[in-house]
T-cell receptor
């Protein structure tokens, strides 16, 4: 079983739709959580951090559920420019080491 | 401008010919990391460094070496490249008060 799992998609939705992704993680010691966005053949870029209290940035809302070990990303009123791959990232910190685990990504395609 | 740079961006080489991919960051970050990205597998961590002269293996270190002699640079060395190391490589740095990673633009390596 992968340590971080995402539905690979692709999700193909019309402009203006609301779309939601989930990501599950297996290590309960995971401490910090992120969503990154990656455009084709480009480097990943931070979209938002994810907190238990939930956080919102414009049309994007991220949520963490520690009990069920999943994080979610909701995109409202989707735009053509939202087409990308969304990567779920989990960080685990030990006293002298770290582990950063990426999900394999969910592809989103927004159609006009 | 805060950035992570990698060189070269594209490289085609032959099996067994030693190569180095350079990575440099200007954000005074302590943590640096190398990833490879392959279709269907997402980003996998090769090596990371939590500070100067401190390096550790990630999930897929076989066939790679790194060094961290100064804070800003973290080169990736392939002593004897093989075709299964054909991949897209990203360097990243992280520091300050957040766990946000900043990625370089990527190096596309082909080993024939």
């Amino acid at each position: 079983r992968k340590e971080v799992e995402q539905d690979p998609g692709p999700f193909n939705v019309p402009e203006g739709a609301t779309v939601a992704f989930n990501c599950t993680y297996s290590n309960s010691a995971s401490q910090s959580f992120f969503w990154y966005r990656q455009d084709c053949r480009k480097e990943p870029k931070l979209l938002m951090s994810v907190y238990s209290s939930g956080n919102e940035d414009g049309r994007f809302t991220a949520q963490l559920n520690r009990a069920s070990q999943y994080i979610s990303l909701l995109i409202r009123d989707s735009k053509l420019s939202d087409s990308a791959t969304y990567l779920c990232v989990v960080n685990i910190w030990y006293s002298s080491a770290s582990k950063i685990i990426f999900g394999s990504g969910t592809r989103l395609s927004i159609r006009p | 401008e805060a950035q992570v740079t990698q060189n070269p961006r594209y490289l085609i080489t032959v099996t067994g010919k030693k190569l180095t991919v350079t990575c440099s960051q200007n954000m005074n970050h302590e943590y640096m990391s190398w990833y490879r990205q392959d279709p269907g597998l997402g980003l996998r961590q090769i090596y990371y460094s939590m500070n100067v002269e401190v390096t550790d293996k990630g999930d897929v270190p076989e066939g790679y070496k790194v060094s961290r002699k100064e804070k800003r640079n973290f080169p990736l060395i392939l002593e004897s490249p093989s075709p299964n190391q054909t991949s897209l490589y990203f360097c990243a740095s992280m520091g300050g008060s957040t766990d946000t990673q900043y990625f370089g633009p990527g190096t596309r390596l082909t080993v024939l």
